[in-house]
Each structure stands twice: as C-alpha cells, then as structure tokens.
C-alpha cells in the first residue's frame, strides 16, 4: 500500500484518501490498469463501485484515471489551463527525465476565424507556460465526442448523446526536463544576467532525508528561492528552507574570512547580501513529513533544517573550493550589496535630516495646497518649470499642489537603492509626500 516504505520512497500526501475524495466528489470515476499482463477497469457512479472487470491481455504497465466533478458541490468545474500546467511543469522540474504532456481538448464556442487568428499569433512556441520545453495550439475542426474520448471506447455505462461537430482549440504542452532543477534554475535566469556560468548542483542524503539543490547567481538584485518538500511547493518555507538559509549565510562568511575577500574589522555579510540575486530551488524528500496548516505550505519536520544545513555547507563548501574563481564572483556581489545597504541608510538618514531643515520641511519648488487633509488633497508631479507653472495657474490651490522637476528620475528600478535616495529629484519627492521611507513608511 501506499504507506509501505517497499512501495513509495516518499509521498506528497499524509492520509492517503486522495483518490477516495476524488470520488466523492464526482460525479462519475472511471479507473483503467495495466499490470501483470492483463487490463483492469472499474468505474464508480457517484462514489458506488461497479464490478471490477478484466478487460483482457495488456502490454507494459500504467494507471489511467478520469473523473467528472460533481458541479452541485464545485462553484465552478472549469479547469485552468495555464494553473495545471504549472503545476505540471513544476512536477517535471522536481522529476528529472519525466515526460509530462497535457492536452486541453475542451470544445470552445469561439468562431472558427478567431481560433485561426489565435493559432497563427501563437503558433508552436506559444507559452501559455512559461518555460515549457513543447507547446502547440492547434485549431481545426474535430467531433466533439471524439475529442473527450482521447482513442479510448466510450463506457456502455454512458449513454451515446448526439453532439454536433464544433471547432476546438487543442492546446497541448509536454514537458521534460532531462537536467532537472538545473533546468528549472535556467529557466529562473532565463531573462537575467547570470554573474558565473556554472550552476551549482548537489544531492544529500540520509536516513529518512534527502536532498537536491541547485542555485546561481544573476546580476539582479532580488532574489528567487523555490522550495519543495516531497514535490509539495512550500510557499511559506519551513524547517528546510530555515536550514539553507542558515548554511548559506555562514559559509559564505567563513570562506570571504578565511580567502581575505572582507576585512577582520568589517561586519559579517548578511543573509540578505548574500541572496541578492541568487536564483535557487531546493527539493526536499522526507519518510514522514510534517506540514504546518491545511495547506501544506510549510514544512515543520525539526530534524530536516539540521540535515539540510550540513548538506549545504558540505557541496556548497567544497564547490566554492573547487571553483574559487566563481566563488569570489559571488562573494564580491554580496559585498557589494553590503555596501549598498550601508549606503542607503546614510542616505535615508540624509534625506530625513535634509526634510527636517528645509524651510517648512517642503522642497522649495513646491506650490502646496491649503487643505491639510490627504484623502483630500492631490499633488501633481510635473517635468519642468514650464510645465509647472502652467499647471500652477489652473489649479485649484484649495487641494490641488504642484512639484516641478527637473527633467526625468532616475530609473529606480534597474538602481541600487542607495543610488535612488541621493537623487534630488526622488529626495524632492519623498520630502513632499511627507510619509517616510522604508520602515519609517506612514501613510497616515
């Protein structure tokens, strides 16, 4: 059975009733097994069994498996493409060499010159997912029973209704992945910079636990960490992403100590530093996992962040020494986000000195309002002094204010944060607002 360790290693699920829910809460089931030589079927009419039946020889093996949800208890029994096949994809990231194909074959009531427009727009390398390796919309006219059939007989237990032929979309995506999580790392950085060409890859294991990371650096300064426990997607974290973390942060202090990539007197990099820029997926495989909440987005399992953390320290340590021209690459990143942070908070703390001296703690090209109400009040940010004094003179001052500046800001999204704060333009900005920055941020 399911939970005996001979037939599954390890299992998303904690109860195994997953397919017993599935059940109830359709309408019909039909399930159909190749094993030992011979086909099995039995379906399931609102949760009750019909006789098991052998349908005779069969090559090779396989489980198929289709339901009908039950729409008096669903809101909705239509399926998302696109969120299945995310999902799908994620599966054939975190399962090397698996091949995973999706095929949406629902009848459509688009007219037929709409579906030709879509598919020559597409074509086969639309990506309705994102980084599938194989997509195709196709659109030509098929019977609608043949569609939902997909080469299989339909069931005597299903009464034949005549269906008129319709025009259906088929959008269909295979994934595969021969490389893994390396894969899901490049296509992370598929947009970014990567700042080393090698990417990180390692597996631990150990009783009841194993491991398999891969992670690199990009030139961008947010960071991109995905975790998995026993394939689940743990958006929340937990005890294994609480390990790596830990590890990364030091190690990588250690090994810039120990290379002299930061000075004795220089504080510990942080883990934030550290992370700027790091693309990485973690894939956790635990006996008997512990999940925080219904939802199963955080793992709790204790002894996971130890395993984990000497698994870390352990690949990443000896990578680093395998690949010092690479590792200072990404220790220099991190000291360079190091100083950035320093320098943003000088120059936070310079832009609240300078809006505490200012005449009236306004910048001077400011032509305020008279209303002291902000859910009342508008300011109109303008390029130029031209421009400003135009919007000046039809304004209502009542509750209307006007900042001129001078030419356009800096890019703030593609500058450090330390950059952004010392332009006078943005300084002007945030002194005119009035709320504060970052943790001192109050709208009120």
């Known amino acids: 059975g399911k939970f005996d360790s001979d037939s599954y290693a390890v299992s998303g699920g904690l109860h195994g009733v997953g397919i017993s ?27 009750v069994p019909a006789e098991l039946v052998d349908a005779g020889p069969a090559e090779g093996t396989g489980t198929r498996v289709r339901f ?65 390796d194989e997509g195709s919309d196709l659109a030509h006219a098929v019977d609608a029973e043949q569609a939902f059939a997909e080469g299989a007989q339909a069931s005597d237990a299903v009464e034949a209704t005549h269906v008129e032929p319709v025009k259906v979309r088929e959008r269909k995506r295979t994934f595969h992945y021969p490389d893994g999580l390396k894969d899901y790392v490049t296509a992370i950085n598929k947009s970014k910079t990567s700042i080393h060409p090698t990417i990180l890859y390692f597996e631990g294991k150990g009783p009841g ?41 030091s190690l990588v202090n250690k090994y810039a100590r120990e290379k002299k990539l930061i000075k004795e007197k220089d504080p510990n990099l942080t883990g934030d530093d550290i992370r700027e820029g790091l693309a990485a997926v973690l894939s956790a495989k635990i006996s008997d996992p512990q999940f925080e909440g219904q939802t199963k987005t955080k793992l709790g399992n204790t002894e996971v962040k130890g395993f984990v953390q000497r698994q870390v320290s ?33 120059a936070r ?72 704060l010392k332009n006078a333009e943005v300084q002007a900005i945030i002194t005119a607002l009035g709320t504060g920055i970052h943790e001192e941020f109050d709208i009120d």
């Open 21 to 47: 829910v599935v059940n109830a809460l359709s309408t019909r089931v039909e399930v159909q097994i190749k094993r030992d030589g011979r086909l099995w079927k039995q379906d399931f009419d609102m949760a």
């Open 68 to 132: 009908w949800a039950d729409p008096t208890i669903f809101e909705s029994t239509e399926y998302d493409f696109d969120v299945v096949a995310r999902r799908l994809q994620e599966m054939a990231f975190l399962n090397k060499g698996l091949t995973i194909t999706l095929t949406d074959r629902r009848p459509r009531a688009e007219k037929a010159a709409e579906l030709d427009a879509i598919a020559d727009s597409e074509g086969s390398g639309a990506e309705a997912a994102p980084g599938s």
């Open 209 to 249: 636990h194993e491991v398999e990371v891969a992670m690199q650096w990009n030139s961008g300064y947010s960071e991109s960490v995905h975790t998995f426990a026993n394939t689940i997607n743990t958006h929340e974290g937990g005890t294994h992403e609480e390990g790596f973390r830990a590890a990364l942060t």
């Open 314 to 346: 352990e690949h990443v340590g000896h990578w680093f020494e395998a690949n010092p021209a690479e590792a200072k690459v990404i220790i220099n990143k991190a000291i360079a986000s190091s100083q950035a942070r320093v320098a943003a908070r000088k």
């Open 349 to 420: 703390e310079m832009v609240r000195r300078k809006s505490a001296t200012d005449i009236g703690g306004l910048p001077g090209k400011l032509a305020d309002c008279r209303s002291k109400d902000p859910a009342k009040s508008e300011l109109y940010i303008v390029e130029g002094d031209s421009a400003g004094g135009s919007a000046k003179s039809g304004r209502d001052s009542m509750f209307q204010a006007i900042l001129p500046l001078r030419g356009k800001i800096i890019n703030v999204e593609k500058s450090r944060i330390d950059k952004v």
